[in-house]
């Protein structure tokens, strides 16, 4: 149910015949070149290309959909057995908020708002993705020098100044693989 009601919202009208026709399609061009073939197959060649966009935006809503309905049970379940503490005062104070101010229909999004939308989802979600990658080379390049220092004191060439910043490099370590000083 929910698969159909994304696949109609993202995909009913998304047909290029359904954003623009053929005839204003040309009509964009310059009146001596309306009637040039190359126009027209321009216009055929966006179509094919629309339409294999939304066969692929389709397949991509039904693949998602199936990963989450093979989820969606255990993540209700848990919901359910555990709703007392999940809410916390953040909460509380929404469902207070949604009680006093009625909530209004969503506005449809123009398909131009929509892509911009989804532009600055792609962009953050890149800037995340640049900013895991960049704490994922430092962790590793950390680690590395820990397990040189390791090897250092395995084979006793450590100073004994060494030793202080080797056993403060393994609770350093130690705390970024158990995840509480991702951000150090």
């Known amino acids: 149910m929910d698969e159909e009601a994304i696949l109609s919202f993202l995909t009913d009208n998304a047909q290029l015949s359904d954003i623009i026709t053929r005839r204003q399609f040309i009509e964009?061009?310059?009146k001596d070149k309306r009637s040039d073939p190359a126009a027209v197959s321009l216009y055929q060649d966006l179509a094919e290309t629309r339409a294999r966009q939304i066969r692929s935006v389709q397949k991509n809503?039904?693949?998602?959909?199936?990963?989450?309905?093979?989820?969606?049970?255990?993540?209700?379940?848990?919901?359910?057995?555990?709703?007392?503490?999940?809410?916390?005062?953040?909460?509380?104070?929404?469902?207070?908020?949604?009680?006093?101010?009625p909530q209004r229909e969503p506005r449809k999004l123009t398909l131009a708002e929509m892509i911009t939308h989804m532009e600055a989802a792609v962009s953050k979600l890149t800037a995340e993705l640049d900013s895991i990658d960049q704490d994922s080379?430092?962790?590793?390049?950390?680690?590395?020098?820990?397990?040189?220092?390791?090897?250092?004191?395995?084979?006793?060439?450590?100073?004994?100044?060494?030793?202080?910043?080797?056993?403060?490099?393994?609770?350093y370590l130690n705390s970024l693989l158990s995840g509480s000083n991702l951000t150090k």
């Open 28 to 30: 964009i061009f310059p």
């Open 61 to 101: 809503i039904r693949l998602e959909c199936a990963v989450a309905s093979r989820s969606l049970p255990s993540d209700a379940d848990n919901a359910n057995a555990n709703s007392a503490e999940l809410l916390d005062g953040q909460d509380e104070i929404e469902n207070i908020y949604s009680e006093i101010i």
């Open 137 to 171: 080379k430092r962790m590793v390049k950390e680690s590395g020098a820990i397990v040189d220092s390791l090897s250092d004191l395995r084979y006793k060439k450590l100073s004994s100044g060494s030793v202080e910043q080797c056993l403060s490099g393994l609770e």
